[in-house]
């Protein structure tokens, strides 16, 4: 189970809330709520996610005016239950809407469903049977009720053979609740449920306190030993409940409060001496959103002072540091569109550190930062990940190895890609390279639109290997730059088969600053001439033509 989605880009976040609310200033000041907040706009690419931000916004802005918003991921799940027991609370029970809102009846609802959550998210599961409800104490009948209560928090389904199913209207809905359930737990009755030996012993809880940043630690922990993420949120959450005001928002169905201001910034250090050590990008990024919960945004703002007043020294960024500025950088707009490491410092330790924002950009430009073989391989398995929205990719001026070439060229046949521009000019190709790139170019996945293989010692031989992939019927290449190549009239002639073939679709062809001569140019022309080719802009500038050519 993973809890990353690909779905809405940053325009369809807008387009969303601009649809939902007719009112425009309304929507302009739910979207610029929304921005102010890193961790807020960065889940709103999840439809679910835009639509409790939707139902939670509207509520408050009717009921609080010019009520502060909420600004963090507990925030605005906690005033999602509370919205939802409101509803049941006017619509179910025939209360007024200045009624308490919750009722002995709605907090054994959701208590027995944050047992439900919390029990099947440690199993993976996103949908429960009756079976696991029995196990929870929940009786189907009481999950129907449920389901048709709180008809936005839990829903009932049939399964392939007609049998009942049941499951949360979203995975972070169940890990909300099943943080929901920690807490309870752990304030009512000192248990945390986190820890593996839990101590039985009648006495225990006479001579000794329930320790909060025990639990808090240990959340962290468990998350961190997690191979596949699938206790992120669950962990956010449970630290965004430990906090006084949010518990505050809870009243009614917390009978009493927990931790204190000094947990909280123990827990914040803890987390942070956590990311001093070597771990994955994601869950560095997952860390520095705890810290947002926990309303201790210092790392992200020391990074932030740096890059205002110009003085970032990427020589000098610690791990921590170096996640802070992955953090800021996936949520700006800007950067996203074209990220340009050299910015920043074009090395490739650089590189590595901020590839979750490559994997996130529109256009990445990489050129001259001294890839490896091991930093080629690492970037080209974010090219071809499944996540990553890279549409183009500049890799000029890297010495690319045989290797190297081979493993970018699967990287971009590879179905999940989804790249249309690639720029390698000046990155010291060889002939025998255009094998492995012809190969590339009649490649089924194949996306690419354009190709700059500009300043390379490509010569005739490699022109003609590349002839083959460009005649392909899955190649949609329309540009191609083979400026500088050393080509000579040879070439012209494979590529006068490339313009007069029916699968090309050329319309750019840069062939300067070669010795094609008019020799060259007359064995093109007889392919520009055909009826099949569609070469729209050709450049034969430097190519040591006369008149008569």
Known sequence: MVTEVR??????????????????????????????SRSLHIMCHIPVFCWISATVLERVLKTREGGQLPKTL?????????????????????????????????????????KLAFDQLQKGNLIFYESDLTECGIDIRAASVYSGVFTQIFKEERGLYQDKVFCFVHLSVQEFLAALHVHLTFINS??????????????????SKPNPQSLYQSAVDKA???????????????????????????????????????????????????LSENLSAEKSINLLHCLNELNDRSLVEEIQQSLR????????????????????????????????????????????????????????????????????????????????????????????NDSAVKLLCA????????LNILRLNICELLAENCETVSSMLSSQSFTLTELDLSIKNVQDSGVKLLSAGLQSLNCKLNTLRLSGCNLSERSCEALCSVLSSQSSS???????????QDSGVKLLSAGLKSSQ??????????????EEG
């Open 190 to 207: 000192g248990k945390n449920l986190l820890e593996e030996q839990q101590t039985t012993f009648w006495w225990s809880k006479f001579i």
């Open 224 to 274: 961190l030993q997690s191979p596949n993420g699938h206790l992120d949120l669950f962990l956010r959450f449970l630290l965004g409940l430990s906090l006084q005001s949010n518990q505050t928002l809870l009243q009614g169905l917390l009978t009493q409060t927990g931790s204190s201001s000094q947990t909280n910034q123990k827990t914040a250090q803890y987390i942070k001496e956590k």
């Open 74 to 114: 507990t925030e605005m799940y906690i005033h999602f239950l509370v919205v939802q027991a409101k509803v049941k609370k006017v619509k179910y029970d025939g209360g007024a809407e200045t009624d308490p809102h919750w009722s002995p009846e709605s907090r054994r609802m959701i208590e027995s469903l944050g």
């Open 7 to 36: 779905g809405f880009t940053n325009p369809q976040k807008e387009e969303y809330f601009r649809k939902r609310f007719r009112d425009k200033k309304q929507a302009s000041r739910i979207i610029s709520h929304i921005k102010t």
């Open 506 to 516: 050329l319309r750019v062809l840069d062939l300067s600053n070669s010795d094609l």
């Open 411 to 418: 990287a971009v046949e590879s179905p999940h890609a989804k």
């Open 309 to 400: 007043s110009g003085r970032l020294s990427t020589d000098k960024l610690s791990p921590a540091q170096w996640s802070a500025l992955v953090f800021i950088l996936l949520s700006s707009e800007k950067d996203l569109d074209v990220f340009d490491l050299k910015k920043y410092s074009a090395s490739e330790e650089a590189l590595l550190r901020l590839l979750p924002v490559v994997k996130a950009s529109n256009k990445a430009l990489l050129s001259s930062c001294n890839l490896s073989e091991k930093g080629c391989k690492d970037l080209l398995s974010v090219v071809s990940s499944q996540y990553c929205s890279l549409r183009e990719l500049d890799l000029s001026t890297n010495s690319l």
């Open 533 to 546: 080719c569609a070469v729209e802009t050709l450049s034969l500038s430097g190519c040591l033509i006369t």
